[in-house]
């Protein structure tokens, strides 16, 4: 079982930053793929990143189109902790960003077998 608390959402204006954190329970942190996924008001929920678990090869990230070159994510697996650095943030970026876990990534959320409650990103223009 892993729970899944995100924090450090805000209202920020557009081309501000902000840095969102998912911290983890559980003792196998490191064995998991990390994900954020977000929904803005009247729209289904869509992938934003996944970083992949420690191996032999290092981590892996992958990133939604929309977000490359501004969204950085990260991991601490000595805090348990998952990362989403937002750059250059844009009023179509407000939605509630979602934290979530699974053993293999993917961009679909039915893939993703636990959530956090949501952190709100709200940029004003």
């Known amino acids: 079982q892993v729970q899944l608390v995100e924090s450090g959402g805000g209202l920020v204006q557009a081309g501000d930053s902000l840095r969102l954190s998912c911290a983890a329970s559980?003792?196998?942190?490191?064995?998991?793929?990390m994900g954020w996924f977000r929904q803005a008001p009247g729209k289904e929920r869509e992938f934003v990143a996944y970083?992949?678990?420690?191996?032999?090869?290092?981590?892996?990230?992958y990133y939604a189109d929309f977000v490359k070159g501004r969204f950085t994510i990260s991991r601490d697996n000595a805090k348990n902790t998952v990362l989403l650095q937002m750059n250059s943030l844009k009023p179509e970026d407000t939605a509630v960003y979602y934290c979530?876990?699974?053993?293999?990534?993917?961009?679909?959320?039915?893939?993703?077998?636990?959530w956090g409650k949501g952190t709100q990103v709200t940029v004003s223009s």
């Open positions: 559980g003792r196998t942190f490191n064995s998991y793929v």
């Open positions: 979530a876990a699974n053993r293999k990534g993917g961009v679909r959320q039915a893939e993703y077998d636990y």
């Open positions: 970083i992949t678990g420690i191996s032999w090869s290092g981590t892996s990230k």
